[in-house]
Every structure is written in C-alpha cells, then in structure tokens.
C-alpha cells in the first residue's frame, strides 16, 4: 500500500459525459501527478500540481482539467468523454517536486471505462 | 524531447535465475532520474529501484540491481534468484531534475517466471 488513495475503482458512464477522479495523496506529499495508461498510448503523464498550483503539463487534452484543494487532494475532471478516453488513470504523490526531483508513488488508480 | 526504450516487449526466466531487462533513453539534459516500476497483474504501480544521473554508483535493492552507463544513455535492471513473485510488467521511467516534471514511460517489458 503506498499511501496514496484513489476513488473511485471503477468508474462506466456513456459517451458525452463527465466524470471527476479523486486522489488523496500521501501524508506530508505536497505534488499530485496524474497519469493515463491505455492500450494505444502506454503511460503518460498528465499533469502536476505542488501545493495547489500547476506545475507541470503533459499530454493533456483540453477536454481534461485538474485541480488540487488546500487539503491537498485533488480531482481530475473529463468531460464530453469519448470511446478513446477508457483507461486506467492513476494518481502519483511525492513529497516536494518544486526543487527537487522525488520518487513518485503511485495510488492503485481508477478504471474508466467509456460505453 | 525525452524518450525512453525498452526493446523487449516479453521476456522469460526460470525461477531462481538471473534475467536483465534493457532500457535506454534519449535526453539533453544533464540532470535527470531514473526508475524502474513493477506493475503486476493488480495494476498497481511499484517502484522498484531510482538512479541519479549524477551518482556514478549503481544503485541496489536487495535483489534488484542496475547497470547504469551514462554515455550510451543505457539504464538495464538485473533481477538475482527470481521468484514467482518478480512476474509482472516492468517500466523504465525518466524524469529531469528540477522537481517539475511527470516520468517518462517506456512501452514495458512482460516478464514471465517459469516455475
């Protein structure tokens, strides 16, 4: 168990919809980092947030967005979801990522399946 | 922009033995990370060894060790006495220095323990 807590596990919703994805991040983490596994496109990184301010950006489509709270967790919202957005999304804390460069550890992530 | 390659889609070892998964990566950056993540049949992210760029010294764990040679941009994972456990997928990741920054996946490697 790494720490890090995603809800929810598994997530079904239709075409055109909007979903939102929560991460909690470890104790004492500050970054949250957002990842999309997918058969297409493997792993890639999404977006970062320290202490509640974009960091850094990825592939991220403009359907998608982010935020993270002042208790630290944060969401990641898809919207006008399409077939190609199925994947499993995982959430990564680490304890700075302004500075310097930390471990990432990875929630357990939530499976979206898009009908 | 960074890439990283793991040739290897599949690999196969006997329980016990010695297996090497390779990696290389493309950067222009001085200052960068290393990892290998584990992710076994639950899909749950596991880190399994990072690297510094700028430690000449290989890093360790336990059974798990890498060969890191800067100059050919090469970064393989040795696993020592396999075990049933160590089947999984296995991702060679990158991330520059800096803190701000998501990792950069490679496509995995399938390793398969035969008993």
């Known amino acids: 168990d790494s720490g890090v807590t995603q809800t929810p596990k598994h997530l079904i919703t239709a075409t055109g919809q909007r979903v939102t994805l929560r991460c909690s991040p470890r104790s004492g983490d500050l970054s949250v980092y957002w990842y999309q596994q997918s058969l297409d496109q493997g792993l890639q990184f999404l977006i970062q947030y320290y202490n509640g301010e974009e960091r850094a950006k990825g592939n991220i489509l403009e359907r998608f967005s982010a935020q993270q709270f002042p208790d630290l967790h944060s969401e990641l919202n898809l919207s006008s979801l399409e077939l190609g957005d199925s994947a499993l999304y995982f959430c990564a804390s680490s304890p700075s990522g302004r500075v310097r460069t930390d471990t990432q550890y990875f929630g357990p992530g939530t499976r979206l399946t898009v009908l | ?115």
């Open chain 2, 1 to 115: 922009a960074q890439t990283v390659t793991q040739s290897q889609p599949e690999m196969s070892v006997q329980e016990a033995e010695t297996v090497t998964l390779s990696c290389t990566y493309d950067t222009s950056e001085s200052d960068y990370y290393l990892f290998w993540y584990k992710q076994p049949p639950s899909r749950q992210m596991i880190l399994v060894i990072r690297q510094e760029a700028y430690k000449q010294q290989n890093a360790t764990e336990n059974r798990f060790s890498v060969n890191f040679q800067k100059a050919a941009k090469s970064f393989s994972l040795k696993i020592s006495d396999s075990q049933l456990g160590d089947a999984a997928m296995y991702f060679c990741a990158y991330s520059r220095g800096g803190g701000a920054d998501g990792l950069t996946f490679g496509k995995g490697t399938h390793l398969i323990i035969q008993p």
